[in-house]
């Protein structure tokens, strides 16, 4: 009787540590879609910008689009995959209709404190101020989880924005990072060897900086043949039309953005290797204005609101809440924690990070 009593206490103690301990989550991805506001993806298209001509110029086409009755329905016009399986089988944070609140701590609200926070789980507004290429001083969890056995050479990172390789620092982290319009160069596949192509022949209006497109094809080919445990992929085209004033153009992509991570997720799902062991987080770098009718086109410290953002998860660890409408406040400065936290590992930093987001990791 002794001897079962205590099997069975060994037994319930392995079981308690193992479901404290183990996360189901192998493979980490990482989306960002910079300077998309929480209020397109909440609460879906804006009347007073869908119907002004200065920012649309196909005001029907767009009603047509993006126009529903209810905010319900036009976030989900606008933004399928969030709504239909983001919000049905993961977690959404950052409505503030509800209360649910998610900032950045950094005081820039601008493109690479945004990236640094969110990289590194916290604020340097010390020394991260501008958004020149100049070699982040501060470590990525990324380059803390390359320095891991079991994730060497298994982290990469793919974005529109060519400043990437300095806020990852790729000459330190030894990360690669493909990015702006850099081709595809080691053993390229044919569909690689078409885009490396197409890159430089079609028109470009934004400088370094490419279509999201190509961001998105040359990371799943990545994906596909190179399969890294720890993938991030920027995309740029929502902030870029934004500050051209083009609500037309900041909607469509956004929504080709919703359908791209979409396709992702749906291959992850199919392979044998990923499945129901990769983790989806998707974020933003900043929000932007919202009280003024040309607000929206800007961010950055002078800007009202510009340090709104907002989270969504997806994963094997993710318990099923949906939108998350509990009056709580969040931080950008979360999300490195919680992203190694989901592989089990603790992200220890130089510097304060932000708490891991219990909520989103099944206990
Ligand atoms: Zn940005």
Do not use: C
Not at 108 to 137: C, H, K, Q
């Amino acid at each position: 009787m002794k001897f079962i009593i205590s099997v069975l206490l060994f037994t319930f103690i392995a079981h308690q540590s193992n479901s404290q301990a183990v996360t189901k989550t192998e493979n980490i991805i990482l989306i960002t879609l910079d300077g998309f506001r929480w209020q397109e993806l909440f609460t879906g298209a804006e009347s007073r910008l869908l119907l002004n001509k200065k920012f649309v110029a196909d005001t029907a086409a767009l009603i047509t689009a993006y126009w529903r009755e209810t905010p319900q329905q036009r976030r989900e016009i606008l933004m399928p995959f969030f709504w239909n399986v983001i919000a049905k089988e993961g977690q959404l944070y950052g409505n503030r209709t509800s209360g649910n609140k998610v900032n950045t701590k950094n005081k820039m609200w601008f493109s690479y404190p945004g990236y640094n926070e969110i990289l590194t789980g916290s604020a340097d507004d010390a020394r991260v101020t501008s958004n020149d290429p100049v070699n982040n001083p501060n470590q990525t969890v990324l380059e803390f989880l390359n320095k891991r056995k079991e994730f060497k050479g298994k982290v990469a990172a793919f974005s529109s924005w060519e400043t990437f390789p300095w806020i990852i620092n790729t000459e330190r982290s030894g990360i690669p990072v493909n990015a702006g319009f850099m081709r595809a160069t080691k053993n390229p596949t044919e569909s690689e060897k078409l885009m490396n192509e197409l890159m430089v022949q079609l028109p470009n209006e934004s400088g370094g900086t490419r279509a999201d497109a190509f961001t998105f094809h040359y990371a799943f080919e990545y994906l596909k043949n190179q399969r890294p445990r720890v993938l991030f992929i920027s995309f740029d085209e929502t902030d870029h039309f934004a500050h051209e004033g083009e609500y037309d153009q900041y909607l469509t992509s956004a929504h080709h953005t919703d359908g791209v991570i979409k396709s992702l997720w749906d291959w992850i799902q199919s392979d044998p290797l990923y499945k129901n062991m990769t983790t989806l987080i998707v974020t933003t770098d900043h929000g932007r204005g919202n009280k003024n009718p040309e607000d929206w086109r800007h961010h950055g410290s002078k800007v009202e609101s510009a340090d709104e953002v907002w989270f969504a998860f997806l994963g094997p660890d993710v318990p099923a809440l949906g939108e998350v409408k509990t009056e709580q406040q969040f931080y950008q400065s979360q999300v490195a924690k919680t992203l190694a936290a989901f592989l089990g590992i603790d992200y220890n930093s130089a510097q304060k990070t932000g708490d891991i987001i219990s909520s989103v990791i099944k206990k």
